[in-house]
């Protein structure tokens, strides 16, 4: 019998043990198989996620986050360790690619307790393609409007536009005289 059997052996069983502690420190979306407080939001074409928490007490929205198609937010909430009572929690984030089973979240932040606290998550308008920017801005001017000239009031810019040009005859209540139009049989 070789003595490579046996180490491998070992190494096997060694991977085995720590098997069971792996499901708690990966990033999926259905969980870590316990309670640990932490929560995975991956965004997909079809499915682009906004994700806010909202201080319950308030109703102020005290963080946010849009997750890029393509990539996956994993949140974790950490009991204690807050800068005071109004802020006692911490939370560790990180936004990663898609698919990513480890990785550290690199993002701190004081939250309000587990009892003021809601993880809301919402869905985007569909579908948003990978690499789309996120804004709500337009990113090139609209080419219907027309813009101000500076110091005009809307109300003369209404006037103007009420005006005919001169290249328009004046509109007249009297019937215009047409020739009859043939149609064919």
Same mark, same amino acid.
Request: proline share 11%; hydrophobic share 35%; with cysteine.
């Given at each position: 019998?070789?003595?490579?059997?046996?180490?491998?052996?070992?190494?096997?069983?060694?991977?085995?043990?720590?098997?069971?502690?792996?499901?708690?420190?990966?990033?999926?979306?259905?969980?870590?198989?316990?309670?640990?407080?932490?929560?995975?939001?991956?965004?997909?074409?079809?499915?682009?996620? $906004?994700?806010?928490? %909202?201080?319950?007490?308030? /109703?102020?929205?005290?963080? !946010? +986050?849009? @997750?890029?198609?393509?990539?996956? #937010?994993?949140?974790?909430?950490?009991?204690?360790?807050?800068?005071?009572?109004?802020?006692?929690?911490?939370?560790?984030?990180?936004?990663?690619?898609?698919?990513?089973?480890?990785?550290?979240?690199?993002?701190?932040?004081?939250?309000?307790?587990?009892?003021?606290?809601?993880?809301?998550? $919402?869905?985007?308008? %569909?579908?948003?393609?990978? /690499?789309?920017?996120?804004? !709500? +801005?337009? @990113?090139?001017?609209?080419?219907? #409007?027309?813009?101000?000239?500076?110091?005009?009031?809307?109300?003369?810019?209404?006037?103007?536009?009420?005006?005919?040009?001169?290249?328009?005859?004046?509109?007249?209540?009297?019937?215009?005289?047409?020739?009859?139009?043939?149609?064919?049989?």
């Amino acid at each position: 019998m070789s003595t490579a059997a046996p180490a491998r052996r070992m190494m096997l069983l060694g991977v085995l043990a720590l098997f069971p502690l792996a499901p708690g420190c990966t990033y999926s979306e259905s969980g870590a198989f316990y309670s640990n407080d932490s929560h995975t939001y991956v965004s997909t074409t079809w499915r682009p996620w $906004t994700v806010t928490l %909202v201080d319950t007490r308030t /109703g102020e929205a005290v963080w !946010s +986050a849009d @997750v890029p198609v393509g990539q996956q #937010l994993n949140v974790r909430f950490r009991h204690g360790g807050g800068p005071s009572a109004m802020l006692p929690d911490m939370m560790d984030w990180g936004l990663m690619d898609e698919g990513t089973w480890y990785g550290h979240r690199d993002n701190r932040l004081p939250v309000p307790g587990r009892d003021a606290r809601l993880l809301r998550a $919402t869905l985007r308008a %569909v579908p948003e393609l990978p /690499g789309a920017v996120l804004t !709500s +801005a337009p @990113v090139e001017p609209d080419e219907i #409007l027309e813009t101000v000239p500076d110091g005009a009031a809307p109300d003369e810019m209404m006037m103007q536009m009420e005006q005919p040009s001169e290249d328009e005859p004046e509109p007249t209540d009297e019937p215009m005289d047409e020739a009859p139009i043939d149609l064919p049989d």
